[in-house]
């Protein structure tokens, strides 16, 4: 292991679970590390077993883990790591969850209904975690679920660097609902304050990944269309709301989210959509079957790597993201 260390003899250390190895290579290679060797394997009835190979007493130790299928697994490895290092003498634990598990679960919408968010916020603090740092969260209100430190950083730096490059003109940003027009007035200020819309839709709150497209709310006519999200899971409601931009005279449309879950036939709706280019960032791990033509995804380690650098050096995150609105 090479780990980071300071004047002060301060020493950094990244460890990270078996979700997305990649990722964490990609963070290490960032920041000029290494990551901490690790035996993590499942007993023959699922329990899962954790030993890091070398000393981490006085160190300062960032655990990545992306909670993808099998979620719970993920969740449950990570949480076994935290307590692993607890009790190794790690001087501070961060954990990094670059897509926050269960965050779509973050108020109840009917009686005798979790707020499993907020579990999961309880259990990463129980298990040993001084700090919390994450990407796009589905709702910002998450970040005061833990008590302690978070960092909730924002991928719209990259993601609409990425758009101004190869999409210069005749932009319209377009929210999938009324619900993330905030996110959308940020993405349209980013773009240099183009024109505004979102899709008016309906959802029935007992069938979830379900909902239907009513119309636009906005003039996008003879534009290119942004379409925003912070997650695409079934891919249900950002293609409705594609066709919907289509339907009302859009020049094309462009869809563009933080994080790719794609569960069930999402590929399949992407892959026939009326979208010319579906971007996404790699906070989940994505395999070769969910690979397609009109497909981008763009790396979110270096983001990653600077946030950790500016928590180890007691540095400010919030200077990463100065021109962002909250």
């Excluded at 959509?273 to 690979?291: D, F, K, Q, R």
């Amino acid at each position: 292991m090479r780990s980071i260390t300071t004047a002060g003899e301060k020493k950094l250390v990244l460890v990270s679970g078996r979700a997305n190895s990649e990722l964490a290579e990609q963070v290490a290679e960032c920041l000029g590390t290494e990551l901490l060797p690790a035996d993590i394997y499942n007993f023959a009835n699922g329990e899962i077993y954790v030993r890091f190979s070398e000393s981490v007493r006085g160190t300062d130790v960032f655990i990545m883990q992306s909670h993808t299928t099998p979620i719970n697994e993920w969740v449950m490895e990570q949480l076994i790591m935290v307590d692993a290092l607890k009790r190794a003498s790690a001087k501070r634990i961060t954990v990094i969850a670059p897509f926050f598990p269960y965050a779509r679960q973050d108020k109840k919408h009917r009686g005798r209904e979790p707020i499993s968010a907020r579990l999961m916020a309880d259990l990463f603090k129980t298990a040993g975690a001084d700090r919390l740092i994450t990407v796009d969260l589905h709702t910002a209100q998450i970040q005061g679920f833990f008590d302690g430190p978070v960092d909730h950083l924002v991928a719209l730096p990259l993601l609409s660097d990425y758009v101004k490059e190869n999409y210069p003109e005749d932009l319209a940003v377009v929210s999938p609902d009324a619900g993330r027009i905030k996110v959308a007035e940020n993405w349209s200020a980013s773009l240099g304050g183009v024109p505004l819309a979102f899709i008016h839709k309906t959802r029935d709150i007992t069938r979830p990944n379900e909902t239907k497209a009513n119309r636009v709310v906005g003039e996008v006519e003879g534009r290119h269309c942004v379409l925003v999200d912070d997650m695409i899971d079934t891919g249900g409601t950002i293609v409705q709301a594609a066709d919907a931009c289509m339907a009302a005279g859009a020049k094309g449309v462009i869809i563009v989210s933080t994080h790719a879950v794609f569960s069930g036939p999402a590929v399949e709706r992407l892959k026939n959509s009326v979208a010319e280019e579906v971007i996404v960032t790699n906070t989940l791990p994505l395999g070769e079957e969910t690979h397609f033509d009109k497909l981008t995804v763009l790396s979110i380690a270096p983001l990653l790597a600077r946030a950790v650098h500016e928590v180890f050096e007691d540095g400010s995150v919030t200077s990463l993201f100065e021109n962002v609105s909250s």
